[in-house]
């Protein structure tokens, strides 16, 4: 069982993070990196519009498989640079030790639309 005494969130701080759903549009493997990982391109819509991320998602997707999969990021934490590239949203996933699989919508919805 998974340690859960982490310090409290209160529901105000909570409601700071901004998740959006996102297609990606592009995948490219990141050389750069320093544990695998793919440089992604990230729809979420008119609003939001572009943004990039890095994920390391290698072990359970190709980047065949991630062109038009809608995914769940957070979209207002400031740039990160990672190595030679400038992340620009964080891309959720579950995580087991390596390995981390996306967290999607089972359903195709609008590009942009918050996660609440």
């Known amino acids: 069982m998974e340690n859960t ?3 409290a ?16 549009l592009e995948a490219k493997d990141f050389p750069g990196a320093r544990k695998p ?5 990230i729809d979420f819509g008119a609003e939001i519009g572009i943004r990039k991320s ?7 997707y190709s980047k065949e498989d ?10 207002n934490f400031p740039k990160k640079q990672i190595g030679n590239f400038m ?4 891309v959720l996933g579950s995580v ?9 919508s089972d359903l195709k919805v609008e590009n942009g639309l918050r996660i609440a």
């Open 87 to 90: 992340s620009e949203c964080l």
């Open 66 to 75: 991630l062109i038009g999969k809608q995914i769940v990021a957070v979209v």
């Open 54 to 60: 890095s994920a390391q998602i290698t072990k359970r």
């Open 5 to 7: 005494t982490q310090e």
């Open 37 to 41: 990982a793919y440089q992604l391109v």
């Open 96 to 104: 087991n030790g390596d390995e981390v699989v996306l967290l999607t």
């Open 9 to 24: 969130l209160l529901w105000h701080e909570f409601e700071k993070v901004v998740m959006r759903i996102g297609t990606i």
